[in-house]
């Protein structure tokens, strides 16, 4: 960690009969989000992570390391590679092996930054991304 990171480890006591904040009563959220306060959720399942950003995004600081995080991390590495190779993200296709929160998060901000660079609409730059996944299945 840098010399301005701040954050000191909490101390650990085992909590018997404690109800994950994924599956606790929605109105619970209210009282920790608070305005001028920023909130990091980690390690929720898929559809929690994504209804806890949309529900909460556009009035409170929330963030999540899985879904913007990650695919911030890979979309710069995206373009830094594009820098030195030439070309545009919408000259490739791009496949990720698992539909969890970081490959999703992933394939929006690289259809994203995609539709900003090229004017297309996002769903069109969608169907450059590929997710595949093990608990997907086709009837």
Same mark, same amino acid.
């Given at each position: 960690?840098?010399p301005g990171?701040s954050?000191?480890?909490?101390?650990?006591?085992?909590?018997?009969?404690?109800?994950?904040?994924s599956?606790?009563?929605?109105s619970?959220?209210?009282?920790?989000?608070?305005?001028?306060t920023?909130q990091?959720?980690?390690?929720?399942?898929?559809h929690?992570?994504f209804?806890?950003?949309?529900?909460?995004?556009t *009035?409170? $600081?929330?963030?999540?390391?899985?879904?913007? &995080? +990650?695919?911030?991390v890979? #979309?710069?590495? %995206?373009?830094?590679?594009l820098?030195?190779?030439g070309?545009s993200?919408?000259?490739? *296709?791009? $496949?990720?092996l698992?539909?969890?929160?970081? &490959? +999703?998060?992933i394939?929006? #901000?690289?259809? %994203?930054?995609?539709?900003?660079?090229?004017k297309a609409?996002l769903?069109?730059?969608?169907?450059r991304?590929?997710?595949?996944?093990?608990k997907?299945?086709?009837d």
């Amino acid at each position: 960690m840098g010399p301005g990171y701040s954050h000191t480890k909490p101390s650990t006591c085992p909590v018997v009969g404690i109800t994950p904040l994924s599956s606790a009563p929605r109105s619970f959220l209210p009282a920790i989000i608070q305005p001028g306060t920023r909130q990091k959720f980690e390690d929720f399942a898929n559809h929690n992570a994504f209804e806890l950003l949309a529900k909460y995004g556009t *009035t409170h $600081l929330v963030f999540n390391d899985d879904i913007q &995080g +990650t695919a911030s991390v890979v #979309l710069a590495g %995206l373009i830094a590679a594009l820098k030195l190779v030439g070309g545009s993200l919408a000259e490739h *296709t791009f $496949l990720f092996l698992g539909a969890g929160e970081a &490959g +999703t998060g992933i394939e929006e #901000l690289i259809a %994203l930054e995609m539709s900003r660079q090229t004017k297309a609409p996002l769903e069109e730059c969608r169907k450059r991304i590929w997710l595949v996944d093990s608990k997907i299945t086709w009837d």
